[in-house]
T-cell receptor
Framework: QKEVEQDPGPLSVPEGAIVSLNCTYS??????FMWYRQYSRKGPELLMY????GNKEDGRFTAQVDKSSKYISLFIRDSQPSDSATYLC?????????FGKGTTLSVSS | SQTIHQWPATLVQPVGSPLSLECTVE??????LYWYRQAAGRGLQLLFY??????ISSEVPQNLSASRPQDRQFILSSKKLLLSDSGFYLC????????????FGPGTRLTVL
């Protein structure tokens, strides 16, 4: 079983929609979780960083971690065309990050 | 503020040629440094990480090597490139404390022909 699973999509939504992006992970010892946004041909940009369970909000973005079900989510409210990108979830294992394969999101105006 | 640089941005090399990719970080001291490769459909794979000058850990056996000659410089090398070395190479840094976020550079797109 892969350590971090993520549906690759693609996911297409109209502008203004609420987007839900999800990942599952296999190791209950994982404590740190991140979401990165990657535009085409660019390096990943850190969006959200959470520790253990709970929610964290930053503007239109909310990251949620449910350790009981080993499930992490990123919600985007009022999605914009500029949100069109690939979103990568990641967790920290020792000194290394383990990434999901990324979900490609397209927001149409 | 901290910035991370990678060069070159794009590289096309023939099979069997050598490789040297460079990464430098500004605005921080004693960072942890990482090399990742991102191949189509395979996600980001950690290749090497370094916690200090001359200290390199390899995550996967491969045709590549890494070196850290200075505190904020990380180099990825190969003596003879293979077709399978093509991909998007990303350097990242983090603080020394466990759990710190990793920040990525702009990447180098390598095509081996």
């Amino acid at each position: 079983q892969k350590e971090v699973e993520q549906d690759p999509g693609p996911l297409s939504v109209p502008e203004g929609a609420i987007v839900s992006l999800n990942c599952t992970y296999s190791n209950s010892a994982f404590q740190y979780f991140m979401w990165y946004r990657q535009y085409s041909r660019k390096g990943p940009e850190l969006l959200m960083y959470t520790y253990s369970s709970g929610n964290k909000e930053d503007g239109r973005f909310t990251a949620q971690v449910d350790k009981s079900s080993k499930y992490i989510s990123l919600f985007i409210r009022d999605s914009q065309p500029s949100d069109s990108a690939t979103y990568l979830c990641a967790t920290m294992a020792g000194t290394a990050l383990i990434f999901g394969k990324g979900t490609t999101l397209s927001v149409s105006s | 503020s901290q910035t991370i640089h990678q060069w070159p941005a794009t590289l096309v090399q023939p099979v069997g040629s050598p490789l040297s990719l460079e990464c430098t970080v500004e605005g921080t001291s004693n960072p942890n440094l990482y090399w990742y490769r991102q191949a189509a459909g395979r996600g980001l794979q950690l290749l090497f990480y370094s916690v200090g000058i001359g200290q390199i850990s390899s995550e996967v056996p491969q045709n590549l090597s890494a070196s850290r000659p200075q505190d904020r410089q990380f180099i990825l090398s190969s003596k003879k490139l293979l077709l399978s070395d093509s991909g998007f190479y990303l350097c990242a840094w983090s603080g020394v404390a466990g759990g710190d976020e990793q920040f990525f550079g702009p990447g180098t797109r390598l095509t081996v022909l």
